[in-house]
């Protein structure tokens, strides 16, 4: 998704330019995005999310601080309280367009200056922070001895941080003394969220830990395994996305569809043939086929595998969505095929991988292709494995003649 461009006048009153994921159909809310200390609304972590958010029906805003040295230029004065003014200013300007955040999401020092921000946003639902320190202190150690003299002697001095420069003044130094953030958190009464990696080199996980007790419930913690503090393998951004998603969900409206809708089927019943060693008939109402393993891992090669079922059921889908939005809009859409391949990915959590490849054919704007792949990525077979299900085991009862219904519940697995 390119997003839109969306300006607003910063806590300053400068113009300052960020990109808005609108999702494709109603919304169920809408969030802003912090960057962390060194990057910009469009790092990995700030893409993915937002997108990832767009996706789940999360309308999301993401970006740059005024001072934080992305965008070209000659650099601007660094300072924390112009972060959460900007995010302050960012909420109103989103309510003024119609668009009010109820959800705050940040990245490293974006984390804080969301905790910080909220306290005075009475709109907002909840606060997810990723990588996010406890305290502002840890900022000095990116700096040298000798810039910290010129500061106290200059009042001022520029540095290079990340391979960016930036000014610093000595009015930052003495609000990274002044703002405590365990105690702003301790009397926001907010839904929180903590994710942090503890291998973050960055900011250590004690930070994590720091925020987490000092909020209050209901809170969450999520770790972030072997992810590094920019989230800069895309496994990792893309489960902190799925994460903060999944759990946003809670605080929010129920999503409801904007697309036409397939009727559900009436079930699907998987039984031995005893023809080979897997070999499986499937029946759904009055449809049949089979399922099988190759012949390589002792199957008879009669049938897809179950993961191939589980891509046939994503690609189905995906191409029965972007036809029924195709025909809504009007696109001269001739057709639309979708090819899934699923793969394990070592080392990525969850392991499972669907690459979906889709052709559409027909005269199609730019703009028309580039709206249908974003609804592609909300059909509902792609929102349930993304978002993950609740599977319900329940065994026969033939011959427990204790179990009047002839089921025995096993519980969920």
Avoid at 55 to 68: K, N, P, T
Avoid at 72 to 97: C, I, K, N, T, Y
Wanted: proline share 6%; glycine share 10%; hydrophobic share 45%.
């Amino acid at each position: 998704m390119a997003g839109t461009t969306f300006t607003f006048a910063g806590g300053s009153g400068s113009q300052l330019s960020g990109r808005l994921e609108p999702p494709e159909g109603t919304p169920r809310g809408w969030a802003i995005f912090a960057h962390c200390f060194t990057c910009g609304k469009d790092s990995r972590a700030a893409v993915h999310i937002s997108r990832a958010l767009s996706r789940a029906g999360i309308g999301v805003l993401r970006f740059d601080f005024a001072g934080s040295g992305v965008g070209g230029g000659q650099a601007e004065p660094l300072s924390f309280a112009s972060d959460v003014d900007d995010l302050r200013a960012a909420a109103r300007a989103m309510a003024a367009a119609g668009m009010s955040p109820s959800l705050l999401v940040g990245h490293s020092l974006g984390g804080a200056a969301a905790i910080i921000a909220a306290a005075e946003l009475p709109g907002i639902a909840a606060v997810a922070t990723i990588g996010a320190p406890a305290d502002l202190q840890h900022l000095l150690r990116f700096l040298r001895p000798s810039d910290l003299d010129s500061i106290a002697s200059e009042g001022e001095a520029s540095v290079e941080i990340a391979d960016r420069p930036f000014v610093i003044r000595r009015s930052f130094l003495e609000a990274v003394e002044g703002i405590d953030v365990e105690t702003v958190i301790a009397s926001l009464r907010r839904p929180v969220l903590v994710m942090h990696s503890p291998r973050d080199q960055v900011v250590d996980i004690d930070h994590a830990s720091r925020i987490f007790v000092a909020a209050r419930h209901p809170k969450s913690f999520i770790s972030l395994d072997t992810a590094d503090h920019l989230l800069t393998a895309a496994a990792d951004a893309n489960y902190a996305a799925a994460m903060v998603g999944a759990w946003a969900s809670r605080f929010l409206p129920l999503l409801t569809a904007d697309l036409p809708q397939v009727e559900l089927a009436e079930g699907v019943v998987a039984t031995e043939t005893l023809a080979g060693k897997f070999q499986l008939k499937i029946r759904s109402g009055e449809h049949t086929l089979f399922a099988d393993e190759p012949a390589s891992v002792g199957g008879l090669g009669t049938g897809l595998s179950p993961y191939d079922l589980v891509s046939a059921g994503l690609a189905a889908c995906t191409v029965m969505t972007v036809r029924l939005y195709a025909d809504r809009k009007g696109f001269p859409l001739e057709r639309a095929s979708t090819t899934v391949q699923h793969e394990k990915v070592p080392d990525m959590m969850p392991p499972d991988r669907f690459t979906r490849t889709i052709v559409l054919d027909g005269p199609l704007s730019d703009d028309q292709r580039t709206r249908i792949l974003e609804i592609a990525d909300r059909c509902p077979v792609d929102l349930t494995l993304i978002r993950g299900s609740d599977v319900q085991t329940k065994l026969s009862g033939t011959g427990q003649a204790a179990d009047p219904t002839g089921l025995v519940d096993l519980g969920g697995s």
